[in-house]
């Protein structure tokens, strides 16, 4: 399994920023997809899910209404599209799957600053 993270970088508050991870080594449509982040001095946390088949999602609180995750089947690929950023939205996001463990990608970085 390898999953590669791209699309972070520095954002003001307010601004978007659309996330993709590349997904190889597996059978990337029948497996559900997630993203979380972790932000310094803090856990990880799940942030956004999206299962196989019905792609349905699932919402951090804090996130609901802001982000949006998708996956394209075709392309082996998940997307977090992040809009109205938050300050206390600046962590590394992580994509992950998994069966009888977690697979993690090496991350980017969101950075939210004026």
């Known amino acids: 399994v390898k999953l590669v993270e791209s699309g972070g970088g520095l954002v003001q508050p307010g601004g978007s920023l659309r996330l993709s991870c590349a997904a190889s080594?597996?059978?990337?449509?029948?497996?559900?997809m997630s993203w979380y982040r972790q932000a310094p001095g803090k856990e990880r946390e799940l942030v956004a899910n999206?299962?196989?088949?019905?792609?349905?999602?699932y919402y951090k609180d804090s996130v609901k209404g802001r982000f949006t995750i998708s996956r394209d089947n075709a392309k082996n690929t998940v997307y977090l599209q992040m809009s109205s950023l938050k300050y206390e939205d600046t962590a590394v996001y992580y994509c992950?799957?998994?069966?009888?463990?977690?697979?993690w990608g090496q991350g980017t970085q969101v950075t939210v600053s004026s």
């Open positions: 992950n799957t998994r069966d009888v463990r977690m697979y």
């Open positions: 080594g597996f059978s990337f449509s029948t497996y559900p």
């Open positions: 999206i299962y196989s088949g019905s792609g349905q999602t």
